[in-house]
C-alpha cells in the first residue's frame, strides 16, 4: 500500500519478482514519498491494484468464482442493454431503493443518498456494499457513486 524509497517492503517485492511470483502494488500520490516504492513496483511490472476486483483475479480459480459474480452471456447483455432500467432481480429492499437512486450517466453523492433515501448511514454503507460488489455499481472519488454500464 505504501513504501518509502528505501522500504523493506521493495526488497520482499523484489525477491518476490525475482521468483516469478506475482506481486500487486496500490498506486499513490506521486509527490509522496510514501508512495515511491510501490509507484516503482508498478512502473517495474507489479500488477496494478485499482479495486477488489484486481485482487480477487489473482486467487485460484476455484477461489474467485465463488467471489466473482457470474459471467452474462451476449444474449442476456443485449437484452439488459436493450432494457437498462430492470432492477437486478437479486437486490434486497434497501439495495433496490439505492439502485433506483443512480445513474449510469451522472455521479450522485453520499450525503445526496443519505438525505433522498431516509436511511440510516449504517444501512446505506450496506447497501452501497453490496451494491459495489455485485459489480452493479462502483464508487468514484469524492464518495460518488453511479450505476456501472
Not at 506481486?23 to 509527490?31: C, F, M, Q, R, S
Not at 510514501?34 to 517495474?44: E, Q, V
Request: glycine residues 6%.
Amino acid at each position: 500500500m505504501e513504501a518509502s524509497e528505501r522500504s523493506g517492503s521493495l526488497i520482499t517485492a523484489r525477491l518476490a519478482m525475482e521468483q516469478n511470483r506475482e506481486v500487486l502494488a496500490v498506486p499513490g500520490n506521486i509527490t509522496s514519498k510514501n508512495s515511491y516504492g510501490t509507484n516503482y513496483l508498478i512502473k517495474s511490472g507489479a500488477k496494478l491494484v485499482q479495486q477488489w476486483q484486481d485482487v480477487v483475479s489473482e486467487l485460484p480459480p476455484e477461489i474467485s468464482a465463488a467471489i466473482l459474480p457470474p459471467k452474462i452471456d451476449g444474449e442476456k447483455a443485449k437484452q439488459t442493454e436493450q432494457q437498462p432500467e430492470l432492477v437486478p432481480a437479486d437486490l434486497d429492499g434497501n439495495e433496490c431503493k439505492i439502485w433506483q437512486r443512480l445513474s449510469a450517466d451522472e455521479a450522485t453523492h453520499i450525503d445526496n443518498l443519505l438525505e433522498e433515501s431516509q436511511l440510516s448511514f449504517g444501512d446505506l454503507s450496506a447497501a452501497l456494499l453490496g451494491l459495489e460488489m455485485r459489480e452493479l455499481i462502483r464508487m468514484l472519488p469524492g464518495k460518488h457513486y453511479a450505476r456501472k454500464i
